[in-house]
């Protein structure tokens, strides 16, 4: 407890070195679209449904191509409680219980410039799966033991990787494609026996980042210096 303190304090002195590097530079507005996979039992579920999100992100940018992105997103489905576990299901099937799910996530990434006002990189990260079990409309759904399949053996832990194009609009304005895989490594330990497809998650993200007035290095790339000329001989 004593040494959170301690960093704490050096953390709001703002230590020469420690916090000077990181810079509030973007917030990202984003929508996508999530596919979530699903192995539901024979008579069980339906197919894995895409769905649509939003979102919004921060950037931090520290040294160099180096930066931390905090996000928040949401998105809804239908799931459907089999007896043993929740699986996504369709509307349409009548026994399914509306669920909002919400991916609270940490990554840290890199980004290159490939060309004037473009940029190329990638980010690792974690995800949390917040899902609550809500019902609206079909007040005949089951919602058996829901809640807690979701939560236990770590089902709301996903690790993610993350692959982005920014294309630099106009002063102020960033156009963001991200392409994202969520992994369910919990299939390693919580004796279901599914296939490694169950519950992974992908998405498609389109977003605009809005600068905040944090210094971003610019979208250029590397030029070659000039070729060295030869000294005219002396007469």
Request: hydrophobic residues 45%; proline residues 9%; negative net charge.
């Amino acid at each position: 407890m004593r040494a959170r303190v301690i960093l704490f304090v050096l953390l709001a002195a703002g230590v020469p070195g420690l916090t000077s590097a990181l810079t509030l530079s973007e917030l990202d507005v984003n929508v996508g679209l999530l596919f979530i996979g699903s192995a539901p039992p024979p008579t069980y579920g339906g197919p894995s449904p895409i769905t649509q999100s939003f979102g919004v992100s921060f950037v931090v940018q520290a040294a160099g191509p180096l930066f931390f992105e905090p996000s928040i997103e949401f998105f809804g489905t239908y799931y459907e409680w089999t007896g043993a576990r929740a699986v996504p299901t369709g509307y349409e099937s009548g026994t399914g219980f509306f669920t909002v799910g919400s991916l609270i996530g940490l990554h840290a990434g890199m980004m290159y410039p490939v060309a004037t006002g473009l940029e190329m990189g990638g980010a690792l990260g974690v995800d949390f799966l917040i899902r609550f079990p809500l019902e609206f409309q079909n007040t005949a759904a089951d919602t058996g033991d829901g809640l807690n399949y979701f939560y236990s053996q770590g089902r709301f832990i996903f690790p993610e990787t993350r692959f982005i194009t920014r294309w630099h609009v106009t002063d102020g304005v960033t156009l963001v494609f991200t392409l994202r895989g969520m992994y369910p490594l919990f299939h390693l330990w919580d004796g279901e026996s599914l296939p490694f497809y169950d519950q992974l998650m992908a998405a498609f993200d389109l977003g605009f980042a809005i600068s905040l007035g944090g210094k971003r290095p610019p979208a250029t790339p590397a030029q070659s210096p000039p070729p060295q000329t030869a000294p005219a001989p002396a007469k």
